[in-house]
């Protein structure tokens, strides 16, 4: 063989090739799916679907009526020598905590029962706990 009909050749095995790769392109048809989900799948999702969308209602609505709570302001005034209990009583007295308990538990867990400054705050009833012994304890 010499050099031109092995070129020839060579390039009808190129054409040959790319005429098959253009049929199957054209021609073939689309892959198939795993198919339709059963009734069972459908079902789930439609009962996954209604749950989250309760959740994150049920959610919103719990933002919504937070929000539209009345903030209570309540002027504190820490004397020397009172106690974290006092403290905690004259903030459920000013409506700032609901639970003096939950105060006086992060005072102990976090260590700061002794450092409680004397002095005078002003308190929102939508600040945390954690954001009053922030204040209370000049940990800024």
């Known amino acids: 063989m010499d050099k031109r009909t092995l070129r020839a050749f060579a390039a009808g095995l190129f054409l040959a ?3 098959f790769l253009g049929y199957q392109f054209i ?37 919504t009526a937070k929000n539209n709570q009345e903030l209570t302001r309540y ?10 209990g ?14 003096p308990s939950a105060f006086m ?3 102990v867990d976090h260590k700061d029962e002794n450092k409680v400054q004397p002095g005078e705050y002003d308190l929102t009833s939508q600040m945390t706990v954690s954001q ?8 800024k």
């Open 105 to 107: 538990q992060y005072l």
């Open 75 to 84: 002027h504190l005034t820490i004397s020397s020598g009172m106690t974290p």
């Open 86 to 99: 006092i403290i905690a009583d004259r903030l459920k007295t000013g409506k700032i905590l609901s639970d």
């Open 27 to 63: 021609k073939a048809e689309p892959p198939q799916t795993k198919g339709n989900l059963s009734a069972e799948s459908t079902a789930n999702l439609k009962k996954d679907v209604y749950y989250w969308q309760t959740k994150y209602t049920k959610l919103l609505q719990q933002k």
């Open 132 to 139: 009053i012994v922030n204040a209370i304890t000049k940990n």
């Open 17 to 19: 090739a790319i005429l």
